[in-house]
């Protein structure tokens, strides 16, 4: 009885059934809206699962572990596809108030309208806030309501996600609702939170918590906004991971030495420049090969500053031919390189020979670089993608050739697939190649390695460590 689903099957075969696997059925909850036959039934549903849960208290309350309340959750409609009415009621919010008074066993807690919500129905600040057993918190479309009710928690949630983006239209409206001396930011849970995601910059450090230092953060993820490495590393002195997710994000530059002596992995959509040395870097951004068409767009120059200046030992980056051969010329500390490059619309059985051209074109630029191993996403915008399997033997002569180019490298990993953006670069696997045999010339022999010592290669690869002299 792993999911809930499983549970309330078991529990429909008898009363003895029930009893046990119930606490499993009502362990998570998520309210969100409900399409059937052009109909939005979330507040319906939010309304009966109250009811029920009120009427069964004692049982049905302590044994909820996790609460979703999504952007639907109070949201009806009527009509058609001709004649569509949606509405909302919050004043609906009374009953879940109760429910939510009642989780005492509540660990996670989401809510995706909070700001709306807490602006509304202000009982709910209390019940939240009163929550004694948090571990996990994520608001979105926040703002001070929001805010107060984290400031207030009985809990310490070592992990909260809080983003300000989706409710107003700019910074300056979100800005212009908060009280410094007032509002306050996580200020309560300096001692407790551990990850911690928001977005607004360094707005809410700078004005609502220009004193505070949450030592205990070991992974943080900043959205959009303007922020100072110089602020966020006094704010975050003990940075294992840092991930710089805002697209529109912008780093000033305060002239001053950032020390992040933990500071292990880096991730970001835009080049930054820093004085703290980085082991693991992943660039979610492309290398635009005109810039100064777009101003403001990442540049080559840049990204190679920024690699030279955090001396990494693995990288994740979209491959640019003269980014590449930057890598390989002017930052000798890569030891394992991923590569997730994408193609044009192709027929699957035409892919293949994209790739080996691919190969030929971009690989070598990496000839001088001391790698020891290299991974190779090739993602294509195949027609017919349910013919996506690619040969075995024909895969193998990739990775014979990629090793060919690079005397260094021992393990080569591949994945040739159609494009599928619900899987994330973090989340691939790959099928690894192992160099057996290399002569003075010609291309290398490999072996293919099962899955299970290929997920242990890979992770021994990304957890190489910084050599001393580097």
Not at 91 to 118: C, D, M, Q, Y
Not at 251 to 280: C, E, K, M, N
Not at 292 to 319: K, N
């Amino acid at each position: 009885m792993s999911a809930p689903g499983d549970a309330l099957r078991f529990a429909m075969t008898c009363r003895a059934a029930y009893n046990i696997a119930m606490p499993r059925v009502f362990s998570e909850v998520e309210f969100d809206y409900s399409l059937t036959r052009w109909k939005l039934d979330g507040l319906h549903r939010i309304r009966s699962f109250c009811t029920f849960a009120l009427s069964h208290a004692s049982f049905c309350l302590p044994s909820i572990k996790k609460l979703t309340i999504g952007r639907n959750a109070f949201s009806s409609s009527s009509g058609s596809d001709v004649t569509w009415h949606e509405f909302t009621d919050l004043g609906s919010a009374g009953p879940l108030v109760e429910v939510v008074k009642g989780a005492v066993n509540l660990t996670s807690l989401r809510i995706e309208i909070a700001e709306t919500l807490f602006s509304e129905c202000t009982s709910m600040v209390d019940a939240v806030a009163g929550l004694p057993a948090l571990q996990q918190v994520v608001f979105h479309q926040a703002g001070p309501h929001a805010l107060a009710a984290l400031s207030r928690m009985a809990s310490r949630p070592a992990d909260v996600k809080i983003w300000f983006q989706l409710l107003y239209d700019d910074w300056g409206d979100i800005i212009e609702t908060f009280t410094p001396g007032e509002d306050r930011f996580l200020g309560n849970l300096a001692e407790a939170l551990v990850d911690l995601e928001f977005d607004l910059g360094d707005y809410c450090i700078r004005q609502l918590e220009p004193r505070t230092v949450w030592s205990n953060v070991r992974r943080l993820t900043l959205g959009e906004g303007s922020f100072s490495l110089d602020v966020i590393s006094r704010a975050f002195p003990n940075l294992r991971e840092l991930h710089l997710n805002g697209i529109a994000h912008h780093v000033r530059d305060d002239g001053r030495a950032q020390t992040w002596p933990s500071l292990d992995f880096v991730s970001t959509h835009r080049p930054f420049l820093t004085t703290t040395l980085v082991r693991r870097l992943h660039l979610k951004y492309e290398i635009i090969p005109h810039p100064e068409i777009l101003d403001d767009d990442p540049s080559l120059g840049d990204t190679l500053a920024m690699l030279q200046r955090v001396a990494p030992v693995v990288v994740a980056c979209c491959p640019h031919t003269e980014l590449l051969a930057g890598m390989a010329r002017s930052v000798p500390s890569i030891r394992f390189l991923q590569l997730f490059a994408r193609s044009l619309t192709v027929p699957m059985e035409q892919t293949i020979q994209e790739v080996d051209s691919w190969v030929a074109t971009t690989i070598p630029g990496l000839t001088s670089a001391p790698l020891v191993g290299l991974t190779v996403l090739y993602q294509a915008f195949v027609r017919n993608s349910h013919h996506s399997c690619i040969d075995h033997a024909e895969c193998a002569n990739i990775a014979r050739k990629i090793a060919g180019h690079i005397r260094s490298l021992q393990y080569v990993g591949l994945k040739i697939s159609s494009w599928d953006h619900t899987v994330m670069w973090s989340e691939q696997t790959f099928t690894w190649y192992r160099v057996i045999c290399r002569a003075e010339e010609g291309i290398p022999e490999v072996e293919q390695l099962g899955q299970p010592e290929g997920d242990c290669i890979h992770h021994k690869l990304a957890t190489i460590p910084r050599v001393r002299s580097q």
